[in-house]
């Protein structure tokens, strides 16, 4: 075999050049006895490919289990669903000793905190009817500026 030839198919390759028949010639040539000297370091290169090829996996490889992981799960979400009903059932004991509020046996006093209701409604509503003058004045001011 042409040693030019070998070193020519050595440079194709480090370029990503050579194709599968090259690159079998390649390693065809180094796994002879008879390599240059020069070119004696790229032997194990080509020579572990041919053993890297050979090698098999024989482990076996242990698979765990996802019962024990679904039996933590279900312990889990029983215990939420059961904070979940005790939640329920304690929220609702406690606001229907409280289902009377708002009731009044006698209409003087029904009516005087009617009014003292609506009074308050009323203080709100006109909270909120000053903050539209601040924003039609803001309005009022932008289209000034910008005028559409």
Excluded: C, R
């Amino acid at each position: 075999m042409e040693f030019s030839k070998i070193e020519t198919l050595l440079e194709k390759y480090f370029q990503g050049d050579t194709s599968i028949a090259e690159e079998n010639e390649l390693k065809k040539y180094f796994s002879s006895p008879n390599v240059l000297p020069h070119l004696e370091q790229y032997k194990s290169l080509f020579g572990y490919f041919t053993q890297a090829k050979q090698q098999e996996f024989n482990h076996l490889i242990p698979l765990k289990s996802k019962k024990q992981n679904l039996n933590w799960l279900s312990i889990a979400a029983s215990v939420v669903v059961m904070l979940g009903i005790g939640m329920y059932v304690y929220l609702n004991t406690n606001t229907s000793q409280n289902q009377d509020l708002g009731t009044y046996d006698n209409p003087e006093i029904a009516f005087k905190e009617t009014q003292k209701a609506l009074a308050l409604l009323s203080n709100h509503v006109n909270v909120g009817i000053e903050s539209v003058h601040y924003v039609e004045e803001y309005q009022n001011s932008k289209n000034l500026i910008f005028k559409p």
